[in-house]
């Protein structure tokens, strides 16, 4: 295996590990202290699946209450959250794939016009949550092609909450190197 490749798998692993493994507790025995909700946070209309994002809920319970094409980032555009996006993403080794700058790597750009299941909030939130193996089974089809294609793996387990995925996905969208017309979101 080449060096890079070896590299990747390991920094995924490790994130993925780390992510798995949860709060550590604190030195007197209680568990850690819970985060404070997040100021950025404001209440989802229809559009975000109806429910209260002031209220997190992991992401796979998000898709399972939301019915096909109902997710909207809440948090597109907000200064705040993508900063805090940008900080999860390399928390989560997603630039061990995608790369720092989400220009690509050994899995797709996230900063070009392609984007092999779609560009809408609805349909980049179920991908990360349920990885690419599990989206086709619910039906959706490969719409854009890459050179390096590899499989996105399943995050909805690793990523805490739906709150954390948005902002994710808001810094994800600065990203992007596009015209202005093909700004989906």
Not at 65 to 87: M, R, V, W
């Amino acid at each position: 295996m080449n060096r890079l490749l070896i590299k990747a798998v390991a920094a995924l692993a490790i994130g993925a590990c780390v992510a798995y493994v949860g709060p550590i507790a604190a030195a007197d025995g209680d568990a850690a202290p819970k985060e404070a909700a997040s100021d950025t946070a404001k209440p989802a209309d229809a559009a975000a699946g109806g429910a209260d994002l002031t209220t997190p809920m992991p992401p796979r319970e998000r898709v399972a209450s939301s019915p096909k094409g109902t997710l909207k980032n809440p948090y597109t555009d907000n200064e705040q959250a993508i900063a805090e996006g940008k900080k999860i993403y390399f928390s989560k080794s997603c630039n061990g794939c995608h790369g720092g700058t989400g220009g690509g790597g050994m899995c797709p750009p996230l900063s070009n016009v392609i984007w092999v299941y779609g560009d809408d909030d609805d349909t980049l939130f179920r991908l990360v949550t349920l990885g690419s193996d599990d989206l086709m089974k619910e039906g959706y089809d490969r719409k854009g092609t890459e050179n390096v294609v590899g499989p996105m793996p399943a995050f909805g387990d690793l990523i805490k909450t739906d709150q954390d995925l948005w902002k994710i996905i808001a810094w994800i969208r600065t990203t992007f190197n596009g015209p202005a017309d093909r700004r989906h979101w």
